[in-house]
Each structure stands twice: as structure tokens, then as C-alpha cells.
């Protein structure tokens, strides 16, 4: 018996520990964001009947690109849409991106922005419009960037790239959805209450997450009002603030 047709939208697939692949659908057509594996997506795809259109991928690493290859083997006409910076490293991308390019995917526009600071070369892709015609509300795909409660670590970037990437996302509308490439929000929330423990917002959150957990479910994606609201690296006010919780972020042992 095969599986309920899906509706238009955007699901979320998780892999690995805590990898979350985000699927854009559009009719018969989907976009897969980051797939760091290929067999869950093309076994998703398949089941539902799906053709993969594209790729969008954030950045190089592993966990982000790792199963583009064989998604192509299946659907070899699809694009891999990647940032032009990293041809080297993504080197089976077809549409060459840079900041401030706006493409058209399954009729919808998409804006690309530069968030390097996780990498030198990390992108994110904002739907604007949203993802269909009947669903406005702005989207966002930010991979390693932005977390639910944390951002990504400075493997290849400083804290003032990446408070000026997190700036450029803050530019975004309160009602944005946050697709973040991870589900780290509650050991996010875990560290941030135990840092400012008199902070109701972030103990609400963190209360709403941990019972989410607990049944299996996922955080994401959020919103950038609740990042705002509650994501301590969102709120820093310089780079130096920034640096400071990146450090007792990474040094935490809670």
C-alpha cells in the first residue's frame, strides 16, 4: 500500500544523531535542504512519489552534502544549487550561487544570503514569500548558522562574521520559520538557563522543548521571534559579547 499523498509544504527528516533534512514539496516536486545521507531521503521520496528537483546546500561539510551524490545517481537531472566560493569543495554543484543572487524554485522566489562565519562560504536561503502560494509565511533554511538557541561554531569565521550573519537573519520577520540543520535546541536552552537562570522567556522555552523531547518530538523548526526572545547569541550586542558565550558555550559541561 503506498504512502498517503503529502501535501504542499515542508517536512522535516532526521538522521543521524541529530541531523534534521528539511524537504520542500510542491506538488509532485521537492526540494531537499542539506542531505547528509542518501537513503532515508530517497526512500521518502520514493514512498510518496515524489521527483527531487534540487539540492540547496549550505555549506561543504560531511554531514551537510554527504548524500547529494547518490540523490543525483537517482535523479540525475535535479540541481544542486551551492555557494560559487565552494566549487572545490562542493564540486558536484550545477547552479553556482552568490549572496544576494534570487532563484526561483518550484515558483517560489529565493534569496540567498552570506552568513560565512561556521564556514568561509556558508550560505542560508530565505523564502520570502513562503513556500507555497497559500502558505506566505517567510522561510528560512540557515544550516549551521543559527540553532534553536545557539549558533553554529567558528571552525572556519570569527565572532564578528558571525554576529554580522546572525544580524543579517535578526533583519528577518518575527513570524520567519527558523529551519535550522540540527536539533540542539534543548541543550541549547539547557546551557542558556543555567547562565541566566532568572530569564522567564528562555526557562518557558526550555520547559516547552524538554516535554517535546521527552515524546520524541522535534523543537523545529522555530520562528525568529522565538530566536530573538531567546537565543542569547541572537541577542548579543557585540561581537565581543558573542565571543564571550561562544567560549562558555564550548567549555560547558551541564
Known amino acids: 500500500m503506498g504512502h498517503p499523498c503529502q501535501s504542499d509544504g515542508i517536512e522535516p527528516l532526521p538522521v543521524l544523531q541529530d541531523n534534521v533534512i528539511w524537504i520542500w514539496i510542491r506538488g509532485r516536486e521537492a526540494v531537499v535542504v542539506d542531505p547528509a545521507v542518501a537513503g532515508p531521503v530517497q526512500d521518502w521520496l520514493v514512498?510518496?512519489?515524489?521527483?527531487?528537483?534540487?539540492?540547496?546546500?549550505?555549506?561543504?561539510?560531511?554531514?551537510?552534502?554527504?548524500?547529494?551524490?547518490?540523490?543525483?545517481?537517482?535523479?540525475?537531472?535535479?540541481?544542486?544549487?551551492?555557494?560559487?566560493?565552494?566549487?572545490?569543495?562542493?564540486?558536484?554543484?550545477t547552479v553556482s550561487v552568490q549572496p544576494g543572487m534570487q532563484?526561483?524554485?518550484?515558483?517560489?522566489?529565493?534569496?540567498?544570503?552570506?552568513?560565512?562565519?561556521?564556514?568561509?562560504?556558508?550560505?542560508?536561503?530565505?523564502l520570502p514569500q513562503g513556500c507555497a502560494p497559500d502558505q506566505?509565511?517567510?522561510?528560512?533554511?540557515?544550516?549551521?548558522?543559527?540553532?534553536?538557541?545557539?549558533?553554529?561554531?567558528?571552525?572556519e569565521g570569527s565572532p564578528e562574521d558571525m554576529?554580522?550573519?546572525?544580524?543579517?537573519?535578526?533583519?528577518?520577520?518575527?513570524?520567519?520559520?527558523?529551519?535550522?540543520?540540527?536539533?540542539?535546541?534543548?541543550?541549547?536552552?539547557?546551557?542558556a538557563h543555567a547562565l541566566r537562570p532568572d530569564d522567564q522567556a528562555i526557562a518557558k522555552r526550555l520547559s516547552s522543548v524538554s516535554a517535546l523531547r521527552r515524546h520524541g518530538e522535534l523543537s523545529l523548526p522555530s520562528t525568529m521571534g522565538e530566536e530573538r526572545r531567546t537565543n542569547l547569541f541572537v541577542r548579543a550586542r557585540s561581537a565581543q559579547e558573542l565571543r564571550d558565550l561562544r567560549l562558555h558555550k564550548d567549555s560547558w559541561r551541564g
Open 47 to 93: 514512498e510518496r512519489k515524489l521527483e527531487l528537483t534540487a539540492v540547496l546546500q549550505t555549506h561543504h561539510h560531511a554531514d551537510h552534502i554527504g548524500g547529494t551524490p547518490d540523490l543525483l545517481r537517482q535523479w540525475p537531472s535535479a540541481a544542486v544549487i551551492a555557494s560559487a566560493a565552494d566549487r572545490e569543495r562542493i564540486p558536484f554543484q
Open 103 to 126: 532563484l526561483e524554485l518550484l515558483g517560489q522566489s529565493v534569496t540567498v544570503i552570506d552568513v560565512h562565519a561556521h564556514t568561509r562560504a556558508h550560505l542560508a536561503y530565505v
Open 136 to 155: 506566505p509565511t517567510p522561510v528560512l533554511f540557515c544550516g549551521d548558522t543559527l540553532f534553536g538557541a545557539g549558533c553554529g561554531r567558528l571552525f
Open 163 to 191: 554576529h554580522l550573519a546572525l544580524k543579517r537573519l535578526e533583519g528577518l520577520p518575527d513570524d520567519t520559520i527558523v529551519h535550522c540543520a540540527h536539533e540542539y535546541t534543548e541543550a541549547n536552552l539547557r546551557w
